[in-house]
């Protein structure tokens, strides 16, 4: 399976919590330490952001990926455009032979294109959950995505100079591996699979 396909069905997933979020919303926790729900929804477009322009095999800075501003008002055109743009860029003829430069992974430097999709799937799966937890609802994703999400979890590394404040992950938790499959990667990742915005 085309890891670009993966990450479009992962992407789909999120897309359909977005229109769920309300002001209600805004203000809650999330699962990521000091984020509230309108930082996580910046992050995510950031991230896109970054992510179309690394898609071009030209170097990128810390500041592509940086969060967008993001207004309840305007979430899901906002959040349209923006999954319209990395989609776009990760199709384009010839993407998968680029090599993608992301300042915020392993001190930066450059990964094969499937390797820095695999990376944009697995983010995106992880603050899935982390929105649908936020908002009080639930998220699924098809065995294939969870699959390759999970393959790529147990290789991000999980030690003091990787994880922590102003990380892309908190530290780890060792999963039970009779869990299901979404909640050892998320577990890998920081999250405690039982979280609740009460805490």
């Avoid at 993407?95 to 499937?114: K, M």
């Avoid at 929105?131 to 790529?152: R, Y």
């Avoid at 100079?161 to 920081?190: K, Q, T």
């Amino acid at each position: 399976m085309d890891i670009r396909e993966l990450d479009r069905r992962a992407m789909d997933v999120t897309a359909r919590l977005v229109p769920l979020v309300t002001t209600e919303h805004w203000h809650r926790p999330t699962p990521c330490e000091g984020w509230q729900v309108h930082d996580l929804l910046a992050h995510i477009l950031g991230q896109y952001h970054g992510f179309a322009l690394a898609a071009s095999g030209y170097p990128t800075s810390l500041k592509d990926f940086r969060p967008r501003p993001v207004r309840v008002e305007n979430l899901v055109a906002d959040y349209t455009a923006a999954a319209d743009r990395v989609n776009t860029a990760f199709t384009e003829p010839g993407v998968l032979e680029r090599q993608f430069h992301l300042p915020e992974i392993r001190d930066g430097g450059s990964f094969p294109a499937t390797a820095a999709i695999g990376f944009h799937l697995v983010d995106e799966v992880v603050h899935a959950w982390d929105l649908a937890k936020s908002i009080g609802t639930t998220v699924d994703f098809d065995a294939e995505v969870e699959k390759v999400a999970l393959a790529v979890a147990v290789r991000v590394p999980d030690d003091p100079a990787s994880r922590g404040p102003g990380s892309a992950f908190a530290p780890g938790y060792r999963p039970d591996p009779e869990l299901p499959v979404l909640d050892r990667i998320v577990a890998l990742l920081g999250r405690r699979p039982d979280w609740s915005p009460a805490g």
